[in-house]
């Protein structure tokens, strides 16, 4: 069993920055893909950005790309969502997300563990 909590929301202009942390439990985390998903009122939930078991590979859609970066720490069991030039349509509950797999997916129901989401909110 893993356990994801999410950190680092909060309120920002738009053209800011926030970086978002997702802690997780469990001896394994290293062995998983992780990704970060978010999901607006309204909304579907949307992949944003994934990242394999040791870092090696990162993938981010249009919508996100050039603006976020992925990166994790298997040291310390966490993985964080690094977000510049916010926009308000950005605003959104953001998750973390475990694979229990080497590679990430862009896919909501190849994840086999979620944390309870962060809410970001940008405001223009």
């Known amino acids: 069993q893993v356990q994801l909590v999410e950190s680092g929301g909060g309120l920002v202009q738009a053209g800011g920055s926030l970086r978002l942390s997702c802690a997780a439990s469990g001896r394994t985390f290293s062995s998983y893909a992780m990704g970060w998903f978010r999901q607006a009122p309204g909304k579907e939930r949307e992949f944003v950005a994934g990242?394999?078991?040791?870092?090696?590979?990162?993938f981010y859609p249009e919508s996100a790309k050039g603006r976020f970066t992925i990166s994790r720490d298997n040291a310390k069991n966490t993985v964080y969502l690094r977000m510049n030039s916010l926009k308000p349509e950005d605003t959104a509950v953001y998750y973390c997300?475990?694979?229990?797999?080497?590679?990430?997916?862009?896919?909501?129901?190849?994840?086999?563990?979620w944390g309870q989401g962060t809410q970001v909110t940008v405001s223009s």
């Open positions: 990242i394999s078991w040791n870092g090696g590979n990162t």
């Open positions: 997300a475990a694979r229990i797999d080497a590679s990430f997916d862009r896919t909501r129901r190849e994840y086999d563990y």
